[in-house]
């Protein structure tokens, strides 16, 4: 099982950034693939989910109309586009893999998720 998440960096905010999350094969057809993103002394939160069969979506309020997660088979690899950043999308972005399917609607729920990557840093400045 492997979950390599990448891409964050230092941006403007009104900027965009594109995250990537390798997988190994076996994790990348896992049911759901989501986002989730994490300040210093709050929870972890949900961002955004596909699913592997249909490759259906959702997405946080938050960040509806701005963020688009994507799925490429050929690269075992989920993107999350994050355009017109604010300043409060600053925060530790990590990917996730889970069993579960699709139309329980549970993935906005961190604990539902078997594996994670190792997170990567997304810093949006004034």
């Known amino acids: 099982v492997q979950l390599q998440a990448s891409g964050g960096g230092l941006v403007q905010a009104g900027g965009s950034l594109r995250l990537s999350c390798a997988a190994s094969r076996r994790t990348f057809n896992m049911n759901v693939m989501g986002w989730f993103r994490q300040v210093p002394g709050k929870e972890r939160e949900f961002v955004a989910a596909?699913?592997?069969?249909?490759?259906?979506?959702n997405y946080a309020d938050s960040v509806k109309g701005r963020f688009t997660i994507s799925r490429d088979g050929a690269r075992n690899t989920v993107y999350l586009q994050m355009n017109s950043l604010k300043l409060e999308d600053t925060a530790v972005y990590y990917c996730?893999?889970?069993?579960?399917?699709?139309?329980?609607?549970?993935?906005?729920?961190?604990?539902?998720?078997?594996?994670w990557g190792q997170g990567t840093q997304v810093t949006v400045s004034s």
């Open positions: 596909i699913s592997r069969s249909y490759s259906s979506t």
């Open positions: 996730g893999a889970g069993g579960f399917d699709w139309y329980l609607r549970v993935e906005t729920l961190v604990g539902k998720y078997d594996y």
